[in-house]
């Protein structure tokens, strides 16, 4: 299990989709987290848990998958230094490339 993976007590980046929420469920167990995230969902099940800190990312909410993406979140995370960094993908290249589906996620997740 991936929670098993982190401590207490650590600042986590927890991308939304399937991964994310399936992670965020597991967390519950956790104890003085920072979860920095970009989902809605995500953010609504951690927040069950009086015992984390949730940052929600900023700017237009994707219908689809109730995620914020854009500009902001992208200035945002560039200032923020996390323990783990917990994300789905589509696939992972030979090179340990990550693909992504939109060209907006591209620019989202470039540094």
Same mark, same amino acid.
Request: net charge negative.
């Given at each position: ?7 207490? #007590?650590?600042? =986590?980046?927890?991308? #939304? %989709?399937?991964? @994310? /929420?399936?992670?965020?469920? %597991?967390? =519950?167990?956790? %104890? ?6 970009? !989902? ?5 099940? =951690? =927040? ?5 800190? &949730? /940052?929600?990312? @900023? +700017? ?9 993406? #854009?500009?902001? !979140? ?7 230094? &996390?323990?783990? &960094? /917990?994300? #789905? ?9 990550? !693909? &992504? %589906? ?8 470039? +540094?």
């Amino acid at each position: 299990m991936t929670a098993n993976l982190i401590k207490d #007590g650590e600042i =986590l980046l927890l991308v #939304g %989709e399937s991964t @994310g /929420i399936a992670v965020a469920h %597991e967390l =519950l167990y956790h %104890e003085n987290l920072t979860n920095i995230t970009d !989902s809605l969902i995500v953010s609504s099940i =951690l =927040l069950q848990h009086s015992k984390h800190t &949730v /940052i929600m990312l @900023g +700017r237009t909410v994707n219908p689809d998958d109730h995620a914020v993406c #854009g500009t902001l !979140s992208r200035i945002i995370l560039k200032q923020l230094l &996390v323990d783990k &960094v /917990i994300l #789905g993908t589509k696939a992972i290249s030979v090179d340990c490339s990550l !693909s &992504v %589906e939109t060209p907006e996620e591209v620019e989202f997740w470039r +540094r």
